[in-house]
């Protein structure tokens, strides 16, 4: 079994930056596939990104080149560095461990002036 807390969001404003982090619970962290979504008010939830058992990332088009995805596998933390912010991104991000479709409560991103 593992938990998943999320933090980091927050208000910030256009082209600003924020740094998310997903902080879990369990063992054998590395075998797991780490992702990034976001649900946006009224739409569904969207895929970001990826972090696979080898350390490759992947990214949807959206946040390519703004977004990173990194881990500290002695903090069990995996990050999504978010860069050059804009209102669109305003969602609730959510991380997930696979395999077992484990997801974190959500954090609150606004980008507004």
């Known amino acids: 079994q593992v938990q998943l807390v999320e933090s980091g969001g927050g208000l910030v404003e256009p082209g600003g930056s924020l740094r998310l982090s997903c902080a879990a619970s369990?063992?054998?962290?590395?075998?797991?596939?780490m992702e990034w979504y976001r649900q946006a008010p009224g739409k569904q939830r969207e895929f970001l990104a990826r972090l696979s058992v080898t350390g490759s990332s992947t990214y949807v088009d959206s946040v390519k080149g703004r977004f990173t995805m990194s881990r500290d596998s002695v903090k069990k933390t995996m990050y999504l560095q978010m860069n050059s912010l804009k209102p669109e991104d305003t969602a609730v991000y959510y991380c997930?461990?696979?395999?077992?479709?484990?997801w974190g409560q959500g954090t609150q991103v606004t980008v507004s002036s």
């Open positions: 369990g063992s054998n962290l590395r075998y797991y596939v």
């Open positions: 997930k461990f696979t395999p077992g479709g484990f």
